[in-house]
């Protein structure tokens, strides 16, 4: 299934300028428990979908995406070539910027390092990785997180018949042998 953006560098960048032109900097840390986050609500909103090509390891301070971790090790780093977001990924990004970005690492630090997934691959070891299976469902079963809908708004569109707005759904086929399917 491919992610939503090329590269986990893509998001990182746009949580870095956005914080940027918030007057706010974004500590590197609190930069891995945003991206952590992305990933986990964006797969949950998109039926398992990845936001971003990447892993997240489990490391002593919360959940770590190493390619980041190194790239931002003496702040952001220069790379070539202008990244263009999709509007729906923008929107998504500003709703996980909105929630959780005025947050301090510390808290974000906290809220990730109760979640199951991490709590499982950090037992396994230093470094593990942290299954995206588990990160989902760390959304709909996490007491400390917050739901799906109160991050991620449904879409809304207006109606071109009646004006009324309707939330846009992906529009998925019945599944065969279903009950739906057959009636």
């Known amino acids: 299934m491919p992610s939503g953006v090329n590269s986990v560098f893509d998001i990182a960048f746009w949580f870095t300028d956005r914080a940027l032109n918030d007057n706010e900097y974004l500590q590197p840390l609190k930069l ?3 991206l952590y986050l992305s990933q986990s609500y964006y797969g949950a909103a998109y039926n398992g979908k990845k936001l971003f090509p990447a892993i997240f ?3 002593e301070g919360g959940p770590v995406e190493p390619s980041v971790h190194r790239a931002w090790v003496r702040g952001r780093p220069n790379f070539e070539g202008i990244v263009k977001l999709s509007d729906d990924i923008k929107v998504f990004s500003d709703s996980i910027w909105r929630r959780f970005g005025h947050h301090s690492s510390e808290h974000l630090s906290k809220l990730c390092c109760r ?4 709590q499982t691959a950090f037992k396994r070891g230093i470094r593990a990785e942290i299954i995206l299976k588990e990160m989902i469902d760390d959304i709909a079963l996490a007491s400390d997180l917050p739901e799906l809908l109160q991050v991620v708004k449904p879409k809304l569109v207006r109606s071109s018949n009646t004006g009324r707005a309707v939330e846009v759904k992906a529009w998925s086929p ?10």
């Open 115 to 118: 979640t199951p997934a991490y």
């Open 174 to 183: 019945p599944v065969l042998g279903s009950k739906k399917a057959t009636t």
């Open 32 to 34: 891995q428990y945003l």
């Open 57 to 59: 390891v489990a490391e």
